[in-house]
């Protein structure tokens, strides 16, 4: 395999043989690696000192399950720390097809200029893509595809890249073609937008250079593990007939669906906007209720929701936009809902980041809570580029500045998603203490808080947090290197036979003689030196907390705060 640079300033592309102390790493323990040996941590995220680090996970192109995620590293415009953001689409397996560890994009143009990077079983181009100008995501695919061929993967950036907002995101498109998948926190779009690319279009052709040390102990492993995977009652049932859009009756009920700005923990409306009913309405209008954001993923938990003439409205649909948009905002409509994530996905912004936004704008006295045409006409003004889009195209944080509010949900500017951390504590502690701001993938204790998934952990009790938060941060930086999705970690905490498998996968591929210990240990390195940009950067524990409300304030209707005392969340990544 071999990396590419490619050097904004001179338009100059340069192909590198893989280091030896890179050849183990793939995904997040690549870009998070790369970030920390070449980017002064005090540089400006927007500046040509910065880098944008493209890399596959290490099973990308394989027959290994869910595992086609591909992730973007940088220094974050929205956290001002390191930040890895992971998405599905095609472009992973596509790059390994085409033989590439990673893809770094360095130095910046002269003048603000828009560019196409074309990558083929050729090499790669350099285009002027002026003619893409402040078009969003939907219609740059359009265009590219009728250009470049229908079977193309397309990285884009909507209107929010190009004006460099900190929630802007960067699309992958879908097996259909469609840009519904977004390396969405932490504002990896402006940072693209600040090197002057609109799009990086993948065709690999029939190329296919994939290769396993032994593919048939590669391939049985890959059939056990997938075998654990479709058995489990949340992978394999759950996920794939509701989508995660089912954890909306699940977290009402347990009190921890963040409602109006994070002052409830229950939604009177919750029904109106879950999965079950999501399902209904996707089977009513004969959209499609499951369907895999990449190709060789299996639980297939993603969907096309259509509108109600029965033409597509958005896909990709996830809990978390539901519940920004929904409960967050006391928005009950749930087609107003699937509007706004269309929205996002053309602009091109984080569905969290701005869903929250809007919820602290609402906070702020400029819309109703409740009001969805008011939100979508807020949504609008992004795409627009007003002063008032981009107030809310840069998040939360800066959302809350601008209105001079003071609930304003973040943890190193960038928004907390949708679980509340005082009925939900150990995804509040990961949302403290991850070096990637509050992010509940990094650690997801849902699983055990909420769904009984390797074993269980009181939710509303601090006891046992603060490991099973430092143990799920672990897994996690591992499963984001090798390229799977989050929620093969369902099987992995619950069948004992499921881990040993990822490792023999490793090790038929690579030729290695990795324990499941071995593995673990280069997750925590992995957080290691993240933690260690972070410090370089000037982030210090002091960041590493919740806003003061959650710890002022009892939240019904268990009428509990976030309690932990910073000693003890300054232990969850001691090691």
Known sequence: MKICRIDMSTKSISFEEVKEEYVGLGGRGLTSRIISDEVDATSHPLGKNNKLVIAPGLFAGTLAPSSGRLSVGTKSPLTGGIKESNAGGTAAQSLAKLGYKAVIIENKPKNQELNLIKITPEGITIEDASYLKMKGNYEVGNILREKHGEKVTVMSLGQAGEMRLTAASIAVTDPEGRPTRHCGRGGTGAVLGSKGIKAIVIDPGKENKVEYHNIDNFRAAARNFSKSVLAHPVSGQGLPAYGTAVLVNILNEAGGLPTDNFREGRFEFAENISGETM?????????????????????????????????????????????????????????????????????????????????????????????????????????????????????????????????????????????????????????????????????????????????????????????????????????????FCIFVAFPILDDETAFPEVANMINSKYNTNFDINEILAGGQEVLKLEKAFNQRAGITKAQDRLPEFFKEEAVAPHNVTFDFTDEELDKTLEF
């Not at 569905?351 to 906070?363: L, P, Q, R």
């Not at 009984?452 to 009181?458: A, K, L, S």
């Open 279 to 483: 399902f209904e309405t996707i089977e009513k209008r004969k959209g499609q209720t499951t369907h895999a954001c990449h190709p060789g993923c299996i639980m297939r938990c993603s969907q096309v929701y259509n509108d109600k003439k029965g033409d597509y409205l958005t896909g990709g649909f996830e809990y978390e936009t539901i519940w920004a948009f929904g409960s967050h905002c006391h928005i009950k409509d749930l087609d107003s809902i699937a509007k706004m994530d269309k929205m996002c996905d053309d602009f091109g912004v984080d569905t969290i980041d701005t869903g929250v936004a809007v919820g602290v704008a609402m906070e702020g006295g400029y819309l109703e809570f409740g009001d969805d045409k008011g939100a979508i006409k807020l949504l609008e003004e992004i795409g627009k580029g007003s002063p008032i889009g981009r107030i809310i195209g840069n998040g939360a944080a800066f959302t809350g500045q601008a209105f001079g509010t003071e609930r304003v949900p973040v943890v190193k500017r960038q928004a907390l998603p949708a679980y509340d951390p005082r009925s939900v504590k150990g995804q509040g502690v990961t949302y403290a203490t991850t070096p990637m701001g509050a992010d509940h993938t990094a650690g997801y204790a849902v699983t055990s808080n909420i769904l009984g998934v390797g074993g269980v952990v009181d939710p509303l009790k601090k006891d046992g947090q603060v490991e099973l938060s430092r143990n799920l941060q672990i897994a996690t930086a591992v499963l984001d290197s090798l390229g």
